[in-house]
């Protein structure tokens, strides 16, 4: 007898609607798993076979067939165990057909019986769900993730014999969950608690007017400094005074950390902005994506969150340049074996390096032993190009001893507040925009610039004496309209005044 199933396939970020097709004819007792597979899935036979025994069904003694089509499309991932199962059970006249239609299955089979998570099941809910697919059995351990999908009802399992059972109306064991429902995931207005506060860090009041003014609008910064500054610091403070994470940008980040295998019981969704903190032995593979098909790099994981490069300095020129061409598309585009894969990419850029090898270069308080070659050598590493991109510099100086004993800076909540200011601001400015699909004034298409980044005769006056006197490139000046642009909107101006262009002339990097 010849049955078919729903179930999909995800193909790095993109997935694909499968059709399961068993057949069960006389034979040798064999089953042949068709249909371009990896071996993920020629191994389930061992699993179908365990799973169906354990739980007290039979199974068939004859020639068993199961083709996965479309039969051209690579097949990869233990989650079509669920959906093979109850192929051959639909097939051997164990399971009723009549909910059959309606409902797609997704998840890993144990030899016990019990339904595994499984990763990347979300987008495949979504594709589920375009097909016009009414119902979707996964894993229980699946089942918050993919209840962010709207307009698809989500049926949690434990294991085969609860799918069964239900299939089969002796008892319905499955969690029911409908998806519409969005009570459970309605972003709640919360308290800002940061567990990370800027207040704890004493002096450097102008690093951080420099950090609420990348975060408002989006912008890439480097921190140089000596040891002991406080770079890390006040890095790894950034994500708390951000925006919180909206509906659209949750499942997104949901999706990438499920594809990615990063979700687990205790994580089933991503609710705040990440931070990515690659160690030093990180590779171009490892921060771009690597494997077949293409496991998402520290890049895709930094979405709409912070890709904190530490020790800029010391990392590899070619790990450093391949951030070039992410940080102005956005993406990661990756050919592997005839297939490309592309990521979203959308991070804000945070690096840190110390001014030369010792780390003492310019600071008034230690003498710097490098001898030119070595500080030449050092800074060869980060190439103009590169630098280039990075839209705030700021340097960092060892606070004095009165600022460390002193009062409390500014707090994470005052620089939140202003944020979130500047970021208002911009959603409504840029909805007049809708087909350049600008958010943050980090991402004003060129052709716009001018019209948005209206200046003040003062402030045009400045830029072109700057131009020539700072030997600014056509790229550095429109950045600095850019920053500009957003020192303005924090201060809640309509037009780029001169105080605001000098502050953000501030921020770009002068040659030595």
Not at 32 to 59: M, P
Not at 106 to 127: A, F
Not at 417 to 423: G, H, N
Not at 452 to 479: F, H, N, T, V
């Given at each position: ?293 293409p496991r998402p790099g520290e890049v895709t994981l930094a979405h709409k969150g912070v890709l904190f490069i530490d020790e800029l300095g010391e990392r590899g020129r070619d790990l450093i340049d391949c ?25 804000m850029f945070v690096a840190a390096t110390n001014p030369c090898k010792c780390g003492h270069y310019g600071d008034p308080r230690k003498e710097c032993t490098c001898t030119a070659g070595e500080l030449q ?136």
């Amino acid at each position: 007898m010849l049955s078919k199933v729903k179930t999909a396939s995800i193909n790095g970020m993109e997935a694909r609607l499968i059709d399961v097709e068993t057949d069960i004819a006389r034979g040798l007792p064999n089953i042949n798993i068709i249909g371009l597979g990896d071996t993920t899935v020629k191994e389930a036979s061992a699993r179908l076979r365990s799973s169906i025994i354990a739980t007290k069904h039979e199974f068939p003694g004859e020639r068993i067939t199961i083709n996965l089509a479309p039969a051209w499309l690579r097949k990869r991932g233990s989650h079509f165990d669920l959906a093979m199962c109850i192929g051959i059970l639909l097939s051997s006249g164990q399971v009723s057909d009549l909910k059959i239609g309606d409902i797609a299955f997704l998840g890993e089979l144990s030899l016990t019986g019990n339904i595994n998570r499984c990763k990347g099941i979300m987008p495949m809910v979504k594709i589920l769900r375009n097909a016009g697919i009414k119902k979707v059995i996964v894993p229980i351990g699946n089942m918050k993730e993919s209840l962010l999908v709207e307009g698809i009802e989500v049926l949690g399992a434990r294991s085969l014999r609860d799918v069964t059972y239900y299939l089969n109306d002796i008892e319905d064991l499955l969690v029911h969950k409908d998806s519409s429902d969005k009570l459970i995931f309605d972003c709640i207005e919360k308290e800002f608690n940061p567990p990370l506060d800027y207040r704890d860090i004493k002096g450097q009041e102008h690093v951080k007017r420099a950090i609420t003014i990348a975060a408002a609008g989006g912008h890439g910064i480097l921190m140089t400094g000596s040891p002991g500054t406080g770079k890390t610091m006040i890095a790894e403070r950034l994500p708390f005074i951000m925006p919180p994470l909206n509906r659209e940008e949750i499942i997104e980040l949901t999706s990438i950390y499920s594809v990615s295998g990063l979700l687990d019981d205790e994580n089933q969704i991503i609710e705040e902005r990440p931070f990515r903190n690659p160690g030093m032995s990180v590779t171009i593979p490892g921060m771009l994506g690597s494997g077949t098909p293409p496991r998402p790099g520290e890049v895709t994981l930094a979405h709409k969150g912070v890709l904190f490069i530490d020790e800029l300095g010391e990392r590899g020129r070619d790990l450093i340049d391949c951030l070039r061409i992410p940080m102005e598309s956005r993406c990661v585009i990756i050919n592997r074996t005839g297939e490309t894969y592309k990521y979203p990419a959308d991070f804000m850029f945070v690096a840190a390096t110390n001014p030369c090898k010792c780390g003492h270069y310019g600071d008034p308080r230690k003498e710097c032993t490098c001898t030119a070659g070595e500080l030449q050598a050092y800074r060869s590493r980060l190439s103009g190009p590169m630098l280039g991109r990075i839209d705030i510099h700021v340097e960092l100086m060892s606070p004095e001893y009165v600022e460390l004993t002193g009062g409390q800076g500014k707090s994470s909540k005052e620089m939140h507040k202003e944020i979130l200011k500047a970021r208002e601001i911009q959603k409504k400015r840029y909805s007049k925009y809708e087909d350049y699909k600008i958010c943050l004034n980090s991402e004003i298409d060129d052709s716009i610039l001018d019209e948005i980044c209206r200046m003040s005769p003062e402030a045009r006056r400045l830029l072109g004496q700057a131009y020539d006197s700072m030997s600014l490139e056509p790229r550095s000046a429109s950045k600095i309209k850019k920053i500009a642009r957003t020192i303005a909107d924090i201060s809640e101006s309509e037009i780029i005044e001169k105080k605001h262009l000098a502050e953000a002339l501030q921020y770009r990097e002068r040659r030595r």
